[in-house]
């Protein structure tokens, strides 16, 4: 059996024609039917619906054997594991170049963010993305207090939680509706295959099968 891990939302809509390229149809659709474990037109592979943050988790410990997760969701995790995936058991074989975002630093219209860091002020940041916000500010020697949140970050500047946030931002929609304004762009971000390496080395056929369909799918 082979189990791939992906989440729901931009990156499963993305997967399914990658999926297709590899001759693999997912029998359900996530977003009606509230089954965690979906099958396949192939009775040897399934797919776990899991959170985005938890992809690299199930893939580490073999949950799953290849997971699909944003370059943000690797840094942060691999951040725990000594800033190496390789360390976390993962082996990264492919940018998939789906699910296409930004992570960058906004803040309030009003703020003047470029006197702050001018001035050396210490910034209040809140984010989900602590350890990628953590090495951009300290690359640029500014002095920041990380305020973890798990969602809805563009609050935080609006009630006086934080003077800025790090967020994905992919067509700023949500930034402009909350007028807050981009004043950093800090890296783009595609979604990427992770493989177990164990996996890797006990179903050695079946998931190169599956990482040069995905190869052969995206380089079209
Ligand atoms: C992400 C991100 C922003 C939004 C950006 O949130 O955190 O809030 O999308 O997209 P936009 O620039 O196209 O408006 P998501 O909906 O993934 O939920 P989250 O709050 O759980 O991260």
Redesign the pocket.
């Known amino acids: 059996m082979i189990t791939l891990a992906l989440s729901k939302?931009r990156i499963f809509e993305e997967t399914l024609p990658l999926l297709r390229a590899a001759g693999i149809e997912v029998l359900d659709d996530p977003e009606k039917s509230r089954k965690l474990i979906l099958a396949t037109n192939q009775p040897e592979v399934r797919v776990l619906v899991v959170r985005a943050t938890d992809v690299p988790t199930y893939v580490q410990y073999g949950g799953a054997d290849l997971g699909i997760t944003g370059k943000d969701t690797l840094l942060e995790h691999a951040a725990e594991w000594g800033g190496s995936i390789g360390a976390a058991g993962l082996y990264q074989p492919l940018d998939l170049g789906i699910a296409k975002?930004r992570i960058s630093v906004a803040v309030r219209a009003d703020f003047d963010y470029a006197s702050a860091v001018k001035q050396g002020s210490r910034l209040q940041v809140a984010t989900?993305y602590v350890s990628i916000a953590r090495e951009f500010f300290a690359a640029k020697g500014v002095h920041v207090d990380l305020i973890k949140l798990?969602?809805?970050?563009?609050l935080a500047p609006l009630v006086g939680l934080a003077d800025a946030i790090v967020?994905?931002?992919?067509?700023?929609?949500?930034?402009k509706a909350n007028h807050l304004v981009e004043v950093e762009h800090i890296m783009d971000i595609s979604s990427r295959l992770v493989v177990n390496q164990a996996a890797l080395k006990l179903k050695q056929a079946p998931i190169r099968k599956i990482i040069d369909a995905f190869a052969a799918a995206i380089a079209k």
């Not at 798990?150 to 563009?154: I, K, N």
């Open positions: 939302g975002c989900k798990y969602g809805s970050m563009e967020d994905l931002v992919s067509t700023g929609n949500t930034l």
